[in-house]
């Protein structure tokens, strides 16, 4: 990723791996999808990011709503986030599963 790439500063949980990645049109703006495995948390789990600076004029309710329907995450899906305005992203987490031992 270089500097003018909207997702070239993310972090990754820490101990995060990431197993699948892609970016896709998330409506109006850029999606990237990633499956990460992650030891330190013992799970294994699916992210939609966001790029803030992208979607300045959105709020996090209206971001939510656009990765709700993207069809990536299932109706009945746990979803949590994180808003990191500093950073510039959201971070959306669903599908977290527990790694196989």
Known sequence: ????????RIRL???????EEHRFPLFEYTGLYQKL??????VQVESIV?????????DTQYLLNL?????????DADLTFR???AG???????NIQPLET
């Open 88 to 94: 510039g992203y959201l971070y959306t987490y669903f």
């Open 13 to 19: 949980p820490d101990s995060g791996e990431i197993l």
């Open 37 to 42: 495995r992650v030891p330190a948390a013992g």
């Open 50 to 58: 966001v790029s803030l600076e992208e979607a300045a004029d959105r």
């Open 67 to 75: 990765v709700v329907a993207s069809g990536y995450v299932a109706e």
């Open 1 to 8: 990723m270089t500097e003018t790439d909207p997702f070239a």
């Open 83 to 85: 808003e990191n305005r």
